[in-house]
């Protein structure tokens, strides 16, 4: 009986490392765009991995010491973030999460009020969830609510 209880062990240990349900990761979504509108860069040091890709809808593509550095400097400013019809997508350690936002702030080219489609992978690492991967696009209208 050591076997089934060992295995039973070890698939409880590997599901309480993965997120609970798709709420964890839109909690992470929220915490995530608190941070660059508060320009909170200890927050964004925690929840952005090392190894980011940050691609932004204008084409510039950053890590997360360029986004960091970027928010920290006042280069990059958000002043409001509305993110409509998040989708949640879980795959064992990784999550992929759609979903259509309006942002307003200032960035190196002056003020901005974009629409655009956004995809972020959040990955499971020593440290927990990280965002790994971000890309925007922008759109020229947003769906409803």
Do not use: C
Request: net charge positive; no cysteine; hydrophobic share 45%.
């Amino acid at each position: 009986m050591l076997i089934p209880r060992l295995a039973l062990l070890l698939l409880a240990a590997a599901a309480a490392a993965l997120p609970q349900s798709a709420a964890d990761i839109e909690a992470l979504e929220k915490s995530w765009q608190k941070a660059i509108v508060a320009k909170d860069t200890a927050t964004l040091g925690k929840l952005l991995a090392d190894d980011l890709f940050y691609g932004h809808a204008s084409g510039v593509l950053d890590t997360k010491t360029a986004y960091i550095d970027k928010i920290k400097s006042g280069r990059q400013k958000y002043a409001s973030f509305e993110q409509r019809a998040l989708k949640i997508k879980l795959h064992g350690d990784t999550a992929v999460t759609h979903s259509w936002v309006r942002v307003t702030g200032v960035n190196q080219d002056g003020p901005f009020d974009d629409k655009i489609m956004m995809l972020h992978v959040w990955v499971k690492k020593p440290a927990g969830w990280q965002l790994a991967g971000h890309q925007t696009a922008r759109v020229d209208k947003l769906p409803e609510k």
